[in-house]
């Protein structure tokens, strides 16, 4: 329990440095309450079911360590977000808020939350249990679901509310619903203006939704976050990126070396920076180093499961194109949360899937920790991976991690 006060008062302190200021400036609008309950709801949640598996046993000390942090960083990233959001265009965030920003990127897989509630929401076991065998929790499914909800709802009686728009943003680009991130971004956009971290969030939405590729509209807006702020971190990766998915590698390299002078020696941000600046190098001149070749060489290829996900004969009558599939994997022994799950289209079945450990929701949990996992897929009318009633699961496991060729048939409903 100490270390969960200990959070507890960081979540605080935290939380007063971003009050202050904005009273500072005038008035906080009523909503922003909401917002703000709902984001320490989601991160006090996680951290009990993360003090939950330490004290079971199934997670280690340093998973747990490695979970806080993750956490920590998500609630900086949470707070400093709607505030950067209400900024005026003509004042950029300062260095040290960007640079929060980017090392808290990977946290924002947290905001999955968001739409699933609780994480063990996708065992099909968990759910066709009876209520009163379900793991008690302070704030369930529903009522996150809701929380989430009624921001939707008030966007649309409030559609001048920035902030909101950013919040909804994010939560559906961690969902991987990139269109829908990339339209609350839109409206983001036009009542902000040319701020970096609007801009930058826009083009990624916009990125993703067209399969990863830059838009010329992508580009545009990002090369101008970057002309707003020349240190701003995701601008400077995502400039970077577009130009060498262009093959502009010498811009590439000027904008990932500027990304890179601000990073602390030794992090992992600074070392995929710097084999990524190494590539160019290697590109501009033709031929990869000895040494970037050897190390490319001995990297090992990331922790994997695929296979194939169909739907049971009996129950093809009811599997409507619309709606959502999650196909995910879990520990076969271990805590609930998803170790990497993929969001797709229902209209796609059967279809082939490869889940790796990149698309773990928070690194440190991920396939690459794990030698057994579960691989479940799940039919959502709703769009979320709360399990419904209507909604149409399959489960398969224990599979080692590596497997290949697994075959997840979904015929079972949930009642």
């Given at each position: 329990?100490t270390?969960?006060?200990?959070l ?34 989601i ?7 993360l ?15 490695a ?113 829908r ?18 801009l ?16 010329d509209?992508?580009?545009a807006l ?23 998915e262009?093959?502009n ?9 500027a990304l ?85 289209s ?5 279809l082939d ?7 773990a ?23 979320d991976?709360?399990a ?8 398969v ?19």
């Amino acid at each position: 329990m100490t270390t969960f006060w200990i959070l507890a008062g960081v979540m605080a302190c935290v939380g007063a440095l971003f009050v202050v200021v904005p009273l500072m400036r005038g008035p906080v609008r009523r909503d922003q309450h909401s917002r703000d309950q709902l984001n320490l709801a989601i991160r006090k949640d996680q951290l009990t079911e993360l003090k939950s598996d330490l004290d079971a046993g199934t997670l280690s000390p340093e998973q747990f360590e490695a979970g806080r942090i993750e956490i920590e960083q998500g609630l900086l990233e949470d707070v400093a977000g709607a505030e950067a959001a209400a900024l005026q265009a003509s004042a950029p965030p300062a260095r040290w808020m960007a640079y929060v920003l980017a090392l808290a990127l990977p946290a924002l897989a947290v905001a999955l939350y968001l739409q699933l509630g609780r994480m063990d929401a996708l065992d099909p076991a968990v759910t066709a249990a009876p209520k009163g065998q379900e793991m008690a929790h302070d704030i369930g499914p529903e009522q996150l679901a809701g929380m989430v909800q009624s921001l939707a709802d008030r966007l649309k009686a409030q559609p001048d509310d920035a902030e909101g728009w950013m919040m909804l943003g994010r939560s559906y680009a961690v969902l991987r619903d990139f269109p829908r991130s990339a339209e609350a971004y839109a409206h983001a956009y036009a009542l902000i203006g040319d701020h970096p971290d609007v801009l930058s969030n826009y083009a990624d939405a916009l990125a993703m939704a067209n399969n990863g590729a830059f838009t010329d509209q992508a580009v545009a807006l990002v090369d101008k976050a970057v002309k707003v702020d020349p240190t701003h971190p995701k601008a400077l990766w995502l400039a970077g990126t577009a130009a060498f998915e262009r093959r502009n590698y010498g811009r590439a390299l000027t904008l990932w070396t500027a990304l890179r002078v601000g990073l602390d020696d030794g992090s992992d941000v600074a070392n995929t920076m710097d084999a990524n600046i190494a590539e160019v190098r290697a590109l501009m001149g033709g031929a990869a180093p000895p040494e970037t070749a050897r190390v490319a060489q001995a990297a090992p290829a990331k922790k994997q499961v695929s296979g194939r996900v169909r739907v049971a004969p009996a129950l093809a009558a009811k599997v409507d194109p619309g709606a959502t599939l999650f196909v995910f994997a879990k520990a076969a022994q271990g805590p609930p949360m998803p170790l990497a799950i993929l969001r797709l289209s229902a209209a796609g079945l059967p279809l082939d899937f490869t889940l790796d450990e990149g698309m773990a929701m928070v690194p440190a949990m991920s396939l690459a920790r794990f030698d057994q996992v579960m691989v479940g897929a799940r039919i959502s009318k709703s769009g979320d991976a709360t399990a419904r009633s209507g909604d149409l699961q399959g489960l398969v496991g224990p599979v080692r991690v590596g497997a290949t060729g697994i075959e997840v048939v979904i015929g079972e409903e949930v009642k």
